[in-house]
């Protein structure tokens, strides 16, 4: 992980999420996959330090013979970081933490399943941390959970994300990330003060 790069936290970007007939996918699962994998492929082109936070089997949500397989194309690459967590939350993994400290304040983006539990709460915690985790908000995945919809419970977590001000269209996470660029090219060309 380089720091001050923009970071992408990829949440559950795992089979669980999206094979059909599975307790929670989502039935829109293959596409918002299909789409995350687009925009990790465009952030892995920009050398964005990428982290993928997943369950692992046996932990809540997945029981022992869940599909904890990544998603096509979600797979993690050597290099990146592969965190497994037993909690809701990525926060769950102690690591996250001081990942997103490490980006030094550089934008981070968060994508997955689980939207009305663990981004959500992935969210709430980055809020009280004061890390700029931002929610990315075309890949957004939820089952149905009770009486809502899977398109009921995404539309409440991306309420929830722009209620807190961490509600990001992918055109305006690349083009936030091309303008920190360009901030950084301005930083780095100024004189240094002695």
Not at 94 to 110: F, N, Q, R, V
Not at 139 to 153: F, L, P, Q, R
């Amino acid at each position: 992980m380089s720091l001050g790069v923009p970071v992408l936290v990829c949440l559950d970007l795992q089979m669980e999420f999206v094979a059909k007939g599975r307790p929670w996918t989502d039935p829109e699962g293959e596409r918002i996959a299909q789409v995350s994998a687009s925009i990790l492929s465009e952030a892995r082109a920009a050398n964005w330090s990428i982290v993928h936070v997943q369950l692992h089997p046996g932990g809540p949500i997945m029981a022992d013979n869940g599909l904890h397989q990544p998603a096509p194309g979600c797979e993690p690459r050597p290099g990146e970081i592969l965190l497994r967590r037993a909690g809701v939350s990525a926060y769950a993994h102690p690591d996250l933490s001081g990942i997103l400290e490490g980006a030094m304040g550089a934008p981070a983006y968060l994508m997955g399943f689980s939207a009305p539990t663990s981004l959500t709460a992935t969210l709430y915690d980055a809020e009280e941390r004061m890390h700029p985790l931002n929610l990315v908000e075309e890949a957004v995945g939820s089952a149905e959970v009770g009486e809502w919809s899977a398109d009921h419970a995404r539309a409440l977590c991306k309420d929830t994300a722009d209620r807190l001000n961490r509600l990001v269209s992918r055109t305006g996470m690349f083009g936030e990330k091309a303008q920190y660029a360009l901030g950084r090219v301005g930083m780095l060309s100024q004189p240094r003060l002695s």
